[in-house]
């Protein structure tokens, strides 16, 4: 079945390192990608999205690369700071259902100053 | 625009008791879904609705009944509550095939 596998946490970093979030998936068809961020205290929000293979997805400095071949979406970004602290989600929507998602067990990331 | 609110916030239950979780949206979605999370489990599908007196079974149904009367709200039911449903729930719409919009959540736990 459609699955999502995610880098295990916990990730502990110093303000502005390298950050690099491991996805990789299970899926029938193209699926679509997304990473979601939840803050502290929130809940889920939408951070980036590819939706076709070689897609690029950025917000906020993060970016993920769909990658059909390898079937990854890793997540990264330059330079981290103490506010990018919270717990990111990698998810997968196939193309049947009724706009599911499938979401990975989640990488809590806290960036130390 | 509030977006997607969910009531309660926090609730305790004894094991047996019933409850009904409320969820809210204004964005005039035509889908809702709710998920159950657990630690170590990410986000699983509990049910979901595809349009007003419409729903469907997601991943882990059981023990949960689900109602969508109105566009706007999304309400799931807990019967006779389990410690097993001892969770943190969540709410989410969207427009069909496109972003979903996530509430601030619902801590249960069941004693």
């Known amino acids: 079945g459609d699955s999502v596998t995610q880098m295990e946490g916990p990730v502990t970093l110093s303000e502005e390192a390298f950050l690099t979030i491991n996805c990789t998936y299970t899926?029938?068809?193209?699926?679509?990608l997304f990473w979601y961020v939840q803050y502290p205290g929130e809940g889920l929000q939408l951070l980036l999205k590819?939706?076709?293979?070689?897609d690029k997805g950025s917000n906020k400095g993060f970016e993920a690369t769909y990658r059909k071949e390898t079937t990854s979406f890793h997540l990264e970004k330059g330079s981290v700071q103490v506010s990018d602290s919270a717990v990111y989600f990698c998810?997968?929507?196939?193309?049947?259902?009724?706009?599911?998602?499938?979401f990975g067990t989640g990488t809590r990331l806290t960036v130390i100053p | 625009n509030a977006g997607v609110t969910q009531t309660p916030k926090f609730r305790v239950l004894k094991t047996g008791q019933s409850m009904t979780l409320l969820c809210a949206q204004d964005m005039n979605h035509e889908y809702m879904y709710w998920y159950r999370q657990d630690p170590g489990m990410g986000l699983r599908l509990i049910h979901y609705s595809v349009g007003e007196g419409t729903t469907a079974k997601g991943e882990v149904p059981d023990g949960y009944n689900v109602s969508r009367l109105k566009k706007q709200n999304f309400l799931l039911g807990l019967e006779s509550a389990a410690p097993s449903q001892t969770s943190v729930y969540f709410c989410?719409?969207?427009?069909?095939?496109?972003?979903?919009?996530f509430g601030p959540g619902t801590r249960l736990t069941v004693l």
């Open positions: 989410a719409s969207s427009p069909p095939w496109d972003t979903q919009y």
């Open positions: 899926a029938t068809g193209y699926p679509s």
């Open positions: 590819a939706t076709k293979a070689d």
């Open positions: 998810a997968l929507r196939t193309q049947t259902g009724a706009n599911n998602l499938f």
